[in-house]
């Protein structure tokens, strides 16, 4: 590990099942409880705001009431003592990277968020991002232009990603992309292995069990992220 200085590490929401966050695809996971098709996509949004915005503003309240878990936290640390650049791209809406610690005082982040985030509203008149810790399902004016055209700031299926450009150019530069708690289900995360190989990348999986894309990683460690992290971030600040 010694010559690794640039590290991209992708996470999912395995890493927050364990702060009591529900997973998208394990068995009773939110995807057997709603149907995406009905709140998570822009043509749901248009047929029923209310089902989507109620779905939304039960998550908003609901990740509130969660704590971090060691995983978060042992990023957190491995943030605050990496040198290199680190890159912590998550397709999760929560916020406990932040909570735990991570990129706290930077000027530019590293944790990235790449479909968005729950705790803001996203207003489709002004274009404004703003914080936002409560409903919108009552339809509140936007606090920038007054507008009542708030959505949330979610990616939704067929909408793209934040940030890809910034996400490829760290993984041209990366000397290790690392997966934590994600099934490689939905793309363009599930690609970001493949990418990294065709670079010449190493890659590592941390997952509770293998994932869809698990055959393309050159190491995959299987297990509960809360203890699989934190031993793995040992290693590399002890090799750092
Ligand atoms: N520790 C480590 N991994 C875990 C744990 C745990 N405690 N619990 C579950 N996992 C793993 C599961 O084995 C599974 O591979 O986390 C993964 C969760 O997969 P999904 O539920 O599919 O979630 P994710 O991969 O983040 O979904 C990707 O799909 O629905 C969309 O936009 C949504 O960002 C989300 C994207």
């Known amino acids: 590990m010694t010559d690794i200085r640039n590290i991209v590490i992708l996470t999912g929401a395995g890493i927050s099942a364990e702060s009591g966050i529900d997973t998208f695809r394990d068995a009773g996971g939110l995807w057997e409880q709603h ?71 930077l000027e530019e982040t590293r944790v990235l968020h790449m479909h968005g985030t729950h705790l803001n509203a996203w207003c489709t008149a002004c274009d404004v991002r703003s914080p936002w810790r409560t409903t919108l399902i009552d339809r509140p004016a936007c606090p920038e232009c007054g507008e009542r055209a708030l959505r949330p700031d979610v990616v939704w299926f067929g909408e793209m ?63 509960p992220a809360s203890a699989l992290v934190p031993q793995w971030v040992d290693e590399v600040l002890s090799s750092d």
């Open 161 to 223: 990603p934040y940030e890809m450009e910034r996400i490829y150019a760290a993984l041209r530069e990366a000397d290790l992309f690392v997966s934590i708690g994600t099934s490689g289900a939905v793309y363009p995360a599930a690609g970001f292995v493949q990418e990294a190989k065709a670079l010449g990348v190493p890659t590592l999986e941390l997952n509770l069990e293998p994932s869809q894309g698990s055959a393309w990683f050159d190491e995959a460690r299987h297990g």
């Open 35 to 105: 149907k995406v098709e009905d709140v998570a996509t822009p043509e749901a949004f248009a047929r029923d705001p209310d089902l989507v915005l109620r779905f939304y503003d039960m998550r908003r309240e609901a990740i509130q009431t969660k704590q971090t878990n060691p995983a978060h936290e042992a990023l957190a640390r491995l943030d605050e003592h990496w040198d290199g650049d680190l890159l912590i791209v998550t397709q999760n809406v929560d916020d406990l990277h932040e909570r735990a610690g991570s990129q706290i005082g």
